[in-house]
T-cell receptor, first 114, second 111 residues
Framework: DTAVSQTPKYLVTQMGNDKSIKCEQN?????MYWYKQDSKKFLKIMFS???????INETVPNRFSPKSPDKAHLNLHINSLELGDSAVYFC?????????????FGSGTRLTVV | SQQGEEDPQALSIQEGENATMNCSYK?????LQWYRQNSGRGLVHLIL?????REKHSGRLRVTLDTSKKSSSLLITASRAADTASYFC???????????FGTGTRLTIIP
């Protein structure tokens, strides 16, 4: 059973379009994240949700809107896609506890904007 | 901005040798974690070391943490071809679960 699953795995779209990436985890974790990995492999946090509530919102254009319908799902909607949005987007989850814990990552969604 | 800088950026060794990767960071941390990323795949959590710990082992992995120098090292002993991957350190903040990732080391094991 896949622990953190993202769909789609690949997404090719034209500039200006709107697209969504879905993420689901079956680990019972209470915190979920979206990370962006650029072409140089830099990983940067975008958003974090704990029990459906937004707790981290880094400096991300407001074209990116996360939605968490329940604590097992965190979707990412992107409006008016730009060339610079091309990257691999990773969803992850963890169980928040004192002292921190490891993340479980999904396999990523490779977004290409043309 | 990236919290961690990893050294070296790339490392190639013969199978069976030991591989050492280093990570330096800038601010106080709650914990430091290491992850592996195979090409085209997601990251896999390897090991977590808390700020009050100095060394931790897991199988062929050994991690050290020196909070006075704000640095950590990951040692992989008796390397195997399957260890070929990128390795990232990540620092955990106090009070939340946010992880800030380093720049990564690309490790290649030559059979």
């Amino acid at each position: 059973d896949t622990a953190v699953s993202q769909t789609p795995k690949y997404l090719v779209t034209q500039m200006g379009n709107d697209k969504s990436i879905k993420c689901e985890q079956n680990l019972g974790h209470d915190t979920m994240y979206w990370y962006k990995q650029d072409s140089k492999k830099f990983l940067k946090i975008m958003f974090s949700y704990n029990n459906k509530e937004l707790i981290i919102n880094e400096t991300v254009p407001n074209r990116f809107s996360p939605k968490s319908p329940d604590k097992a799902h965190l979707n990412l909607h992107i409006n008016s896609l730009e060339l610079g949005d091309s990257a691999v987007y990773f969803c992850a989850s963890s169980h928040a506890q004192t002292g921190g814990s490891g993340y479980t990552f999904g396999s990523g969604t490779r977004l290409t904007v043309v | 901005s990236q919290q961690g800088e990893e050294d070296p950026q790339a490392l190639s060794i013969q199978e069976g040798e030991n591989a050492t990767m280093n990570c330096s960071y800038k601010t106080s941390i709650n914990n430091l974690q290491w992850y592996r990323q195979n090409s085209g795949r997601g990251l896999v959590h390897l090991i977590l070391i808390r700020s009050n710990e100095r060394e931790k082992h897991s199988g062929r992995l050994r991690v050290t943490l020196d909070t006075s120098k704000k640095s950590s090292s990951l040692l992989i002993t008796a390397s195997r071809a399957a260890d070929t991957a990128s390795y990232f350190c990540a620092t955990g903040d106090f009070g939340n679960e946010k992880l800030t990732f380093g720049t990564g080391t690309r490790l290649t094991i030559i059979p």
